[in-house]
């Protein structure tokens, strides 16, 4: 799949969901003083991003390594968004998580409710199919990362104004939107490898 500046943000955004993610970034910070909690959640988001970042720079040599094509990438990237996308939609129950006492680091925020492997194995897609425009796929990274911060830095307030039922909602649309994209991908790799059987 080609995909431009605008889609590629798009796609980010969705896999990244930082609507989802209000009530996992809520309960994290239930215990950490209400002043510090934006200083966490910008934390969490640099340390993503960082994360991500490396993975564009170093994602054609982990391949390599790896042996892996880029058609298994990207039929494997397409599986494991759509099997994100479906518990979008139809999340699973909740399991009663022990609450965190101590102020999050790295683990469940930046990774992997942010950085979590759909979102590492989309930039290695990004990159690896289309590596001469890596500097595009950086910024859509940054306006990813930008558009979690605004919304996870507002995630209280637009709970009050929108009512958690429609934060469920907005998540649930956006993962009809990501099954589609996964369903797409895994098609493309399909008639890929058809092609090249009969080649």
């Known amino acids: ?31 950490v003083a209400p002043q510090r909690r934006p200083l966490v959640i910008l934390r969490e988001i640099l340390i993503a991003f960082a ?23 990207q039929i494997g990237g397409g599986v494991i968004l759509f ?16 609450e965190l006492l101590v102020e999050p680091l790295i683990v469940p925020l930046a990774v992997p409710a942010i ?9 290695l897609l990004l990159v690896s199919q289309q590596p001469e425009r890596r500097l595009e796929w950086i910024g859509a990274l940054c306006v990813t990362m930008l558009v979690s911060a605004v919304v996870l830095v507002s995630a209280e307030r637009i709970q009050r104004v929108i009512g958690s039922r429609l934060v469920t909602a907005v998540e649930r649309l956006m ?25």
Not at 54 to 69: A, C, D, K, P, Y
Not at 83 to 98: T, Y
Not at 115 to 123: H, M, N, Q, R, W
Request: aromatic residues 8%.
């Open 1 to 31: 799949m080609n995909y431009t500046f605008l889609s590629a943000t798009i796609l980010l955004i969705l896999i990244t969901d930082p609507i989802g993610n209000i009530p996992i970034f809520a309960n994290a910070l239930k215990h």
């Open 51 to 73: 994360l991500l970042l490396t993975f564009m720079f170093v994602g054609e040599g982990f391949l390599r390594v790896m042996n892996l094509s880029e058609l298994a990438l």
């Open 83 to 98: 099997l994100i996308a479906l518990r979008m939609v139809f999340p699973p129950p909740s399991l009663g998580e022990a």
């Open 115 to 123: 950085a979590g492997p759909s979102a590492l194995a989309t930039v």
């Open 175 to 199: 993962g009809l939107v990501l099954v589609s994209v996964a369903i797409e991908m895994i098609l493309r790799g399909i008639k890929t490898f058809a092609v090249q059987l009969r080649g």
